[in-house]
């Protein structure tokens, strides 16, 4: 018997009909997506997350952005920035900038490494249902595009007044966005299906 | 075609974290997903009340981040507070309209029509309304994808921040409206987040 779809948008059942590359399935009354073919394989998704994490490591210890005015110079990347937010209650903003761009794109590349890490290896992850869980709930959270058109806004924003100028962080930041997006595409309802010995 | 039918009717229930179909009978006393552990629900308790509860918190915070100052700048032209609207104008004069479009759409176009959103959503909800009911599930959809790009201004604010720290020639510190203006960011993801779109679909008698 094949499996069984509930569309998270208006609970309609289907059938699930095994799909080809490329292919999405759509919910029939209300257009949402159903299922998408899973797009790359554990070793392709694994590539994928080892580069997501150098990336990562080149946006935070590079600047993203740099002004120089008569020898005095200023750089700023993520940290940079969530810092400069942190005065009196404003901090507010600081947290909320620390776990959009930093914690959550942090958390999400480590814990598909764990999960795509035990499954090459065909072993179940430990802790598999709550990873996967987090994962799932995580995703809203993810803000590392934001902050690159953020980024972009102020070099804008900036040039009128000052020399202002791209690190290489910025050029992280985007493929890092990239990645994600190419990551975030995989569909995570067939995530689940790559560690043995899971009821899908 | 065969016609679509509901999960209840078949006796089954859907897990809205890991997308896991639950037969019903094998649910155990803690309505927990077999895969993911979370609790599973027909319907997310209290979904409306949630949903108005943060669009309302959004609301109301959106107030102050548009009336205090979200960054001050000091310099060889003097000392300035400028809010969120005093700063897209300012774009606007200086010619940059491009920048000021975009920074109007991620901070005024994206948090109204979200309220509007929502706020359509929840009224037709709670009307059991049939009206359009595949435009707003869509409309949903799009509420849920554009909501977090209005922490646009909380990045260009901080970065302008760390960047501008040069006593003589500019310096730029934030202020109040930008934890604010997060804090509406956040409300609002959180409204979206609580409504259940499956509503749009039930039939109440």
Known sequence: MSPILICRDCDAVYRAIPLNRGDVAVCRRCDAVLARHFGVDIEGALALVGAAAILFAIANLTPVLSIEVAGAQTQANVWFAVRSLQQGWISVAAMGLAFTTFVIPAAQIALLFWVLLFARCGLRPPGFAPVMRHLHRMRPWSMTEVFLLGALVAIVKLANWVPIAAGPGIWAVAALTAVLALLGRCDPASWWSIAPGVET | ?205
């Open chain 2, 1 to 205: 075609m065969m016609p679509l039918r509901q999960s209840l009717e078949l006796g089954l229930i859907l897990c809205r974290t890991c997308g896991h179909a639950v037969l019903r009978a094998r649910l155990e006393v803690n309505r927990r997903c077999p895969r993911c552990q979370s609790r599973i629900e027909h319907r997310t308790p209290l979904s409306t009340e949630m949903t108005l509860a943060w669009l309302i918190a959004g609301m109301v915070l959106y107030i102050p981040a548009n009336l205090l100052p979200v960054m001050h700048t000091s310099g060889l032209l003097g000392e300035s507070d400028s809010t969120i609207l005093g700063g897209i104008l300012e774009f606007w004069r200086g010619g940059d309209w491009d920048i000021a479009l975009l920074i109007f759409i991620a901070s005024v176009a994206v948090p109204l029509t979200k309220f509007l959103a929502i706020g359509l959503l929840l009224f037709t909800v709670r009307a059991n309304s049939r009206w359009e009911q595949r435009q707003r599930t869509t409309l949903y959809r799009i509420v849920e994808f554009i909501g977090y790009w209005s922490m646009l201004d909380v990045v260009v604010v901080a970065l302008t921040s760390a960047l501008m720290q040069f006593q003589a020639l500019g310096a730029a510190e934030p202020r109040a409206g930008i934890g604010f203006f997060c804090a509406v960011v956040v409300a609002t993801m959180l409204s979206a987040l609580s409504f259940d779109p499956r509503l749009i679909w039930d039939r109440r008698a």
